[in-house]
């Protein structure tokens, strides 16, 4: 099933890697409660919190998963009790395009905020440093 939901692991378990051989495989460098979650959620279950958010949006985009990153954004738009700018990070760290939008034209993003123009060709670090700072002010 995870091979269906992730490019990532459907060329790592159906491809010609050694991995698609052995009958468990180690991830490195995962915060195994949210990779838990992050299962949970592509198999239906509504997993995701404001607490753990971040951390499956962070695996979703590693493991190109785009139906949990649909997930969490849907989540960010209609639950999340986040404040704007945090959501802001968010969007423009993973490309939720509709989150940003409306985190956009939201009252509580300054005006001067709203006409910066943050390039997504940098990486996900820089991109939240650059966005985070606006509200800074």
């Given amino acids: 099933f995870l091979s269906l939901q992730s490019s990532y692991f459907k060329s790592l378990l159906l491809g010609g890697f050694k991995e698609a051989k052995q009958a468990e495989i180690t ?3 995962i915060n195994s409660e949210d ?5 949970e959620l592509i198999h239906g ?3 995701v919190r404001d607490t753990n958010i971040d951390g499956i ?4 985009d590693m493991y190109d998963i785009p139906t949990a990153i649909r997930r969490c954004e849907q989540f960010l738009l209609k639950e999340s009790k986040w404040e704007t700018a945090e959501k802001l990070e968010l969007a423009i760290t993973y490309n939720l395009e509709n989150l940003k939008n409306e985190c956009m034209s939201s009252s509580e993003v300054p005006e001067e905020t709203k006409s910066v123009q943050v390039s997504t060709t940098g990486t996900k670090s820089t991109k939240r440093v650059g966005c985070f700072a606006c509200f800074q002010k």
């Fill in 57 to 60: 949006l962070h695996l979703a």
């Fill in 35 to 39: 990779f838990h979650s992050l299962l």
């Fill in 27 to 29: 991830l490195n460098d």
């Fill in 45 to 47: 279950e509504s997993s």
